[in-house]
Structures are given as C-alpha cells and as structure tokens.
C-alpha cells in the first residue's frame, strides 16, 4: 500500500530565516505530487505540484520554491521566511488525471 | 465567483440525525469530485469519490452529484459525535491534475 511521509511535524522559525519541508511517497512509481498550505481558519491553497521529476508548475506567486529531485521526493522551500508564510503545509499524492489527492500528516510551521 | 463554495456552517446536527452538506463549482467542465474530513489539527481524509451523476453511497455516507445544476451534496447518515470535523469538497476540472477546494462546512454532532 502508498503511503506518504512528511516532516517535521512542527517547525518554528524566525522570519527571514530559510526553509525546507521534505515529503516522501512510498508504494507507488510516478505519482503527481503537491504542495497545499492551509492558514488558520482558512481553506487549502495551492502552491505547487509536479507530474515528474524535475516538473514544478507554480500556482500562486510568493517567496516559496518547490523541487522534485527524485520521482518520489517532493521538497518545498524558502530562502527567507516572511510572517504570512505561517500556516499549515501539506504534501498529497495522487495517480494520476482524474485521481484523489491523499495527504501526509502535515508540517504546522510558525514564522516568529 | 470562487471555484468552489461551500457554507462555512457550522453546521448542528443532533446526534442520530442526517447531515446535508451541499457543494457548488463554477466550471462547468468538472469531471472528478471529491468529499474530505478534516478534523482540527489534523489533515484532510478522503472519505468520497464521486465522477457520474446520481448517488453513491459508501457505509453511513452518500454522495450525490448534479453536473446540470453544478452541485454536488454529501449526505451523513446516524451522525455520530465523532462526525464532527469540517468536511472539504474537491473539484478536478475537466482533463485536470489539480484539485481546487472548497472552504469547508464544520459540522458539530450534538449528543
């Protein structure tokens, strides 16, 4: 069975600092993989996803870059963290067109 | 006009009684659809898939899909305290990678 590995779990960090959130899949080969973010009391965002290695498509313009070194390994990070990067990120796979979206367990990450 | 809408609720709902969620989306060419739980904390679960018109119905759970009026519904049946969670619909457009979410409806299960 897939399954799908996010860390950490939490993370706090001062602004202006940089980041890197990792996410891996297992039982599955070439899967479309994402990147969502969540702000408290608010719905799931968009940030970037990848139907291959090296493929990013970036949905909302902001300080945060997405890679794909490996078919499946998605990393998501930062060079400097603003205050309104907090939130709640999430990594999801899925199979392909048409498929639904299965989530890690999510990285709270909180920018001081 | 957001993609997709939901009432953000909450939604009260005595225990044993039906939940009635209710769904809309803007592009009419959607093909996939999709129901989530979201307890707080926690990241979202899939609990429904839905593609044709009509219901589908999945233990306590039961979607229902109208692409002519461009709704879609989740039903929960003899709803437990443990149904208390916001519920997420997702919408794939047509020949699409991407899911666009709804803001969730909260549903509270009163015992």
């Known amino acids: 069975s897939q399954t799908i590995h996010q860390w950490p779990a939490t993370l706090v960090q001062p602004v202006g600092s940089p980041l890197s959130l990792e996410c891996t899949v297992e039982?599955?080969?070439?899967?479309?993989l994402y990147w969502y973010r969540q702000a408290a009391g608010r719905g799931l965002q968009l940030l970037f996803y990848s139907v291959g290695i090296g493929q990013i498509s970036s949905e909302v313009p902001q300080n945060l870059s997405a890679s794909r070194p490996q078919d499946r390994q998605f990393i998501l990070s930062s060079k400097k963290l603003l205050l309104s990067d907090s939130g709640f990120y999430l990594c999801a796979w899925s199979g392909g067109l048409s498929s639904p979206l299965h989530f890690g367990n999510g990285t709270r990450l909180t920018v001081t | 006009q957001k993609e997709v809408e939901q009432n953000s609720g909450p939604l009260s709902v005595p225990e044993g009684a039906i939940a009635s969620l209710n769904c809309t989306y803007s592009d009419r060419g959607s093909q996939s659809f999709f129901w989530y739980r979201q307890y707080s904390g926690k990241s979202p679960e899939l609990i429904m898939s839905?593609?044709?018109?009509g219901d589908k119905e999945d233990g306590r759970f039961t979607a229902q899909l109208n692409k002519a009026s461009q709704y879609v519904s989740l039903l929960i049946r003899d709803s437990q305290p443990s149904d208390s969670a916001t519920y997420l619909c997702a919408v794939i457009k047509a020949a699409g990678n991407k899911l666009t979410f709804g803001g969730g409806t909260r549903v509270l299960v009163k015992p």
């Open positions: 839905i593609y044709s018109n």
């Open positions: 039982g599955t080969s070439n899967p479309n």
